[in-house]
Nanobody, 124 residues
């Protein structure tokens, strides 16, 4: 089992930035893709960004392209999400996920391991 713990969420004004971290502990594994999803109250969970094991390829939702950057440090078993130019539409609970053999990086069921989330609130 792999435990994922998100941190770095908080309250930020429109136009501001936050950096989320997802630390893996317990039985970590190599060869896994990592991703961030988010869910606002009353809404469905949606894809935000993903990164391959090597970090050589990244994927992001159209809504965050050019604003959010996903990266990972495998030596530290940590994935990051740098969020810039935040808007109220980015307000949500952000979840970290990991999975092996991911084919569709945009789909939540591809990821076997999930964190409990960290709240991001953007105010006008």
């Amino acid at each position: 089992q792999v435990q994922l713990v998100e941190s770095g969420g908080g309250l930020v004004q429109t136009g501001g930035s936050l950096r989320l971290s997802c630390a893996a502990s317990g039985r970590t594994f190599s060869g896994s893709a990592m991703a961030w999803f988010r869910q606002a109250p009353g809404k469905e969970r949606e894809f935000v960004a993903a990164i391959t094991w090597s970090g050589g390829s990244t994927y992001s939702a159209d809504s965050v392209k050019g604003r959010f950057i996903i990266s990972r440090d495998n030596a530290k078993n940590t994935v990051y999400l740098q969020m810039n130019s935040l808007t109220p539409e980015d307000t949500a609970e952000y979840y970290c996920a990991a999975g092996r053999g991911v084919k569709d990086y945009y789909t939540s069921y591809e990821y076997a391991y999930w964190g409990l989330g960290t709240q991001v609130t953007v105010f006008s």
